[in-house]
């Protein structure tokens, strides 16, 4: 069945610093989604990709669709403490999430 | 406002004491699907509903049932819990699904213990 996978499972970064995490599909995805759950919560919807080679920013996170839509990534400039939490990719298709990036930001 | 509520927050159970997690949202949604989330497994998915009365399997359905009566309520049913059902529970839902997909939205979550 189909998987997704994501690297790396953990982060931690200084303040300041850049982060990127990557998600990979063993199959082309109609779809993907972004998700954030902050430590304690519960995922919370970033953004939604469509097209193939899609780029899409907001503020200081940059998403970005693999041309054979089987990989998306997502990147944080200069991560600040607010930034920490888990951040889930999902292929639309089947609702499938990937294992998750926990992102943890030292001040 | 609009959300997604679950209730219990928090459970302690036995093995094989059924219990309940209710969940119900107020957006109208169609789509509705329960996942449980465990440490270095992200989120898997137990089941869904497309719509009242249309129900099915995700990745992980053994030891769960559901029901989907009405469009709002969608309940999470373990008939004789064991220990490796202990987990967080998220209950989700979204306007439609397959295979444009929208944003979904995610209860509180519930934190199921089975000793």
């Known amino acids: 069945g189909q998987q997704v996978m994501q690297i790396p499972q953990y982060q931690h970064v200084q303040e300041g610093e850049d982060f990127t995490t990557y998600c990979n599909s063993s199959t082309t995805l109609s779809n993907i989604q972004w998700y954030k759950q902050r430590p304690g919560g519960h995922p919370v919807f970033l953004i939604q990709?469509?097209?193939?080679?899609e780029v899409k920013k907001q503020k200081r996170l940059t998403f970005q669709f693999g041309e054979a839509k089987k990989n998306s990534s997502l990147h944080i400039t200069a991560t600040q403490t607010t930034d920490v939490g888990t951040y889930f990719c999902a292929g639309t298709d089947k609702l499938i999430f990937g294992t998750g990036t926990r992102l943890q930001v030292f001040p | 406002e609009a959300q997604v509520t679950q209730n219990p927050r928090y459970l302690i159970t036995v093995t094989g004491k059924k219990l309940t997690v209710t969940c119900s949202q107020n957006?109208?949604?169609?789509?509705m699907s329960w996942y449980r989330q465990d440490p270095g497994l992200g989120l898997r998915q137990i089941y869904y509903s497309m719509n009242v009365e249309v129900t099915d399997k995700g990745d992980v359905p053994e030891g769960y049932k559901v029901s989907r009566k009405e469009k709002r309520n969608f309940p999470l049913i373990l008939e004789s819990p064991s220990p490796n059902q202990t987990s967080l529970y998220f209950c989700a839902s979204s306007l439609s699904s397959y295979p444009r997909g929208y944003e979904q939205y995610f209860g509180p979550g519930t934190r199921l213990t089975v000793t």
């Open positions: 957006m109208n949604h169609e789509y």
């Open positions: 990709l469509v097209k193939s080679g």
